[in-house]
């Protein structure tokens, strides 16, 4: 199985936490593939069997908190996705409030079937990799 993790990262948390999901990935007996999110191709999608997704959270105002502008930007390029299973995760530094669920719905947007999310502390940028892993391959094998 070939999993594309794909990430939007300005100071490197975020790089970190895409590194232990693709980490995470491969102790689970699958390729994983990093790329920066905006450098994401139709060929890497066609690609991968399923993907995993993350980024920075970004707050403008309180009310406005959510992925970063850059990543939603980026996703929204992004070709569809048929099906494909997918996670996403991202790091912050006070509250992701609803990063996840509209990372997870932009990704909807694209037909991705999204199993699993995680949020990590950008103190702890790796918590929550494997689980999240864990949860991607699973949902591949039972396909
Ligand atoms: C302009 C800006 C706005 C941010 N807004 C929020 C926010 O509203 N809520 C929050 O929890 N973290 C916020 N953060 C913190 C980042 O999400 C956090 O530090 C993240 O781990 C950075 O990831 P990166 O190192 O991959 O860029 C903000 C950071 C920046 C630079």
């Given at each position: 199985?070939?999993?594309?993790?794909?990430?939007?990262?300005?100071?490197g948390r975020t790089r970190r936490a895409a590194e232990?999901?693709?980490?995470?990935v491969r102790a689970c007996g699958s390729d994983a593939?990093?790329?920066?999110?905006?450098?994401?191709?139709?060929?890497?999608?066609?690609?991968?069997?399923?993907?995993?997704?993350?980024?920075?959270?970004?707050?403008?105002?309180?009310?406005?908190?959510?992925?970063?502008?850059?990543?939603?930007?980026?996703?929204?390029?992004?070709?569809?996705?048929?099906?494909?299973?997918?996670?996403?995760?991202?790091?912050?530094?006070?509250?992701?409030?609803?990063?996840?669920?509209?990372?997870?719905?932009?990704?909807?947007?694209?037909?991705?079937?999204?199993?699993?999310?995680?949020?990590?502390?950008?103190?702890h940028p790796d918590r929550g990799a494997a689980e999240?892993?864990?949860?991607?391959?699973?949902?591949?094998?039972?396909?």
């Amino acid at each position: 199985m070939k999993v594309l993790v794909a990430y939007e990262s300005r100071s490197g948390r975020t790089r970190r936490a895409a590194e232990a999901v693709a980490a995470a990935v491969r102790a689970c007996g699958s390729d994983a593939t990093l790329k920066v999110l905006s450098e994401t191709t139709a060929e890497d999608i066609e690609h991968a069997d399923a993907v995993a997704i993350g980024s920075w959270v970004e707050g403008f105002i309180v009310v406005k908190v959510g992925p970063a502008k850059a990543a939603l930007e980026a996703i929204g390029r992004l070709s569809a996705m048929g099906g494909k299973p997918a996670a996403v995760f991202c790091t912050y530094a006070a509250n992701p409030r609803a990063t996840l669920a509209t990372l997870r719905r932009s990704l909807e947007a694209k037909g991705a079937n999204v199993v699993a999310e995680n949020a990590s502390h950008r103190s702890h940028p790796d918590r929550g990799a494997a689980e999240l892993a864990k949860r991607l391959c699973a949902s591949q094998e039972a396909m």
